[in-house]
């Protein structure tokens, strides 16, 4: 299956390990005490995330510039952030706005325009968003009306489907540029949810995509399911936020995605069936970090890991449940407090092949 990757090691190995520079993207939703806590970090722990930043010298970029290099295939800046929020919430603007705007610090705001041009209650509004394009926010898409991306309604083919799909990203994006002058071709999809149909359709319209699979950037990152890391919930305490805001990407040549323990078959898509034990094999660029490689799964914990070469394969312990899971493989860096992270998510269908979906 081609996942043999060649072995770096010795003074070489250490010298691209040193050079693996990572830039975090960061996820937030609400910045309120009043809102759903899954979705939510308060003002109070917002303000001490930012204070981290600024306290350990961790650079705050803007999307547009991270995104750039990626494109050119250039070295992210290391000990680098991204700021980016999800459906443009009134916190944005009442509670975390003016904390970065008197940091200066750039930042990005994924909008579902539906609810801005129907002036529902608890989003912001497009005079909002203009004053925070004004002052270092980037507005970027998160379709129309908050879609489920991937699924087909019921009788709808799947001509129909790509035809409201596009009209559901083209749309946001038409009502961006029309509102606030800007039209970066970014989006996040919403609930983190994609699969190839979903992917193909925007690398034919031009653009780059977020999920919400955790880990850093890197030279390894499919620039149609970026990860990020969401906070909010049990997540963004100030030994996670530190945790996560430092990471590195896993030192990886290759990553499978296969059917089966001896990776004989693999999977071309992140769809698998409920019951499943998808296997993820990562080939490493250094077999000295491979020793001391963990993977966990989601509401599984620890998982089995093993070896073969410089290839390390992983799968969890217990089929896998409908909705959306992950698997997170992380080992530390040799600098302290740093760790590489690469994470894999899997979206499964129930027993009768249909969409599960949490918000």
Not at 44 to 53: A, G, I, Q, R, S
Request: aromatic share 8%.
């Amino acid at each position: 299956m081609g996942v043999v990757g060649k072995v770096i090691t010795g003074f070489l190995g250490l010298l691209l390990c040193s050079h693996l520079h990572a830039t975090v993207v960061l996820q937030y939703h609400h910045v309120s005490d009043k809102t759903p806590p899954s979705t939510s970090v308060t003002p109070e722990l917002f303000e001490k995330h930012l204070d981290y930043l600024e306290s350990q010298g961790l650079r705050v970029a803007s999307l547009p510039d991270v995104i750039a290099k990626l494109k050119k295939g250039e070295p992210l800046p290391d000990k680098t952030v991204v700021l980016t929020f999800d459906d443009a919430y009134e916190s944005v603007y009442t509670v975390a706005f003016p904390l970065m705007k008197a940091r200066d610090l750039p930042f990005t705001v994924f909008v579902n325009t539906d609810p801005i041009d129907k002036k529902r209650r608890g989003f912001v509004t497009w005079e909002q968003m203009r004053e925070m394009a004004e002052h270092g926010g980037t507005i970027a898409n998160h379709t129309a009306d908050h879609t489920f991306m991937p699924r087909l309604r019921e009788g709808e083919s799947r001509a129909q489907w790509r035809e409201r799909i596009k009209a559901e990203v083209m749309v946001a994006e038409k009502r961006i540029e029309e509102e606030t002058g800007q039209s970066h071709k970014v989006l996040a999809y919403p609930y983190g949810e994609f699969d190839n149909n979903v992917k193909a359709l925007l690398d034919e319209l031009g653009f780059i995509a977020f999920a919400q699979n955790s880990g850093p950037l890197g030279q390894h990152s499919d620039l149609l399911a970026l990860p990020r890391f969401p906070f909010g919930g049990v997540f963004g305490a100030p030994d996670d936020f530190a945790l996560k805001a430092n990471t590195r990407p896993m030192p990886v040549s290759e990553v499978a995605r296969c059917s089966d323990r001896r990776c004989r078959q693999t999977l071309d898509d992140v769809v698998v069936a409920q019951g499943d034990r998808p296997v993820l094999a990562i080939t490493l660029k250094q077999e000295n970090v491979l020793p001391s490689i963990n993977c966990f799964a989601s509401r599984q914990g620890a998982i089995e890991t093993w070896v073969d070469g410089n290839t390390l394969y992983t799968r969890a312990n217990e089929p896998l449940s409908p909705g959306r899971t992950q698997y997170n493989c992380t080992a530390p860096s040799g600098e302290r407090g740093r760790f590489f992270w690469l994470s894999q998510q899997w979206l499964v269908t129930d027993k009768d092949g249909n969409w599960v979906h949490q918000d």
